[in-house]
């Protein structure tokens, strides 16, 4: 079975830092990228950056609002992606997803998703 | 890249059509995804490159449009498909999202 699993959600006060895990499994990990979305409580959906593969360098791209505060890694050997995120804000808050873009097309849809792991940042 | 969908909400009975359109601020070809999300999951791939249907996805969905206006159709909504429905650009960081659509049981 196709599957991610998100590890590491909790309780962060503001400006602390927080390490989020996915595993991932039933498929060829080296062969994909992996996104991380967010959902704040009640909103809509964010996405918020991207691992690459090691034929693209292990290369990142972040969104603007985490750029220079999280820094998203991979271990291929351990078929897990990593967010780590510093100097957290109580914008932050939100449930992380992992997320893998829909292989064979040119466009960054995305067909497998993690069930989520909650990050509440609060004083 | 901003993505507009409306409406917000809809209320509609099972056994109806359904449609829900999404506008870009500027042209996106066919860069564009549908997802369904139901409470407290995960979002599912419904529909990408604005009208290819995913696999396991069932056929009463469909997407169609071009450029900047797309629309989600469900034809004989189904009590499984209230819930909430996602357009999103897929070609250019950050991926933007609209703000979603509810669907809800009249």
């Known amino acids: 079975e196709v599957q991610l699993v998100e590890s590491g959600g909790g309780f962060v006060q503001p400006g602390g830092s927080l390490r989020l895990s996915c595993a991932a499994s039933g498929f060829t990990f080296t062969d994909h990228y992996i996104d991380w979305v967010r959902q704040a409580p009640g909103k809509g959906l964010q996405w918020v950056g991207r691992a690459r593969n090691k034929a693209n360098f292990y290369t990142t791209t972040y969104a603007a609002s985490v750029k220079d505060r999280f820094t998203i890694s991979r271990d291929d050997s351990k078929n897990s992606v990593y967010l780590q995120m510093n100097s957290l804000k109580t914008e932050d808050t939100a449930v992380y997803y992992c997320a893998r873009p829909i292989p064979d097309w040119g466009g960054d849809a995305f067909d497998v998703w993690g069930q989520g792991t909650a990050v509440t940042v609060s004083s | ?106």
């Not at chain 2, 009208?51 to 989600?72: A, H, I, M, N, W």
Request: with cysteine; proline share 6%; aromatic share 12%.
């Open chain 2, 1 to 106: 890249i901003q993505m507009t969908q409306s409406p917000s909400s809809v209320s509609a009975s099972v056994g109806e059509r359904v449609t829900i359109t999404c506008r870009a601020s500027q042209g996106i070809s066919n860069w564009l995804a549908w997802y369904q999300q139901k409470p407290g999951k995960a979002p599912k791939l419904l529909i990408y490159a604005a009208s290819r249907l995913q696999s396991d996805v069932p056929s009463r969905f469909s997407g169609s449009g071009s450029g900047t206006y797309f629309t989600l159709t469900i034809n004989s909504l189904q009590p499984e498909d209230f819930a909430t429905y996602y357009c999103q650009e897929a070609n250019t960081f950050p991926f933007t999202f609209g703000g979603g659509t509810k669907v809800e049981i009249k």
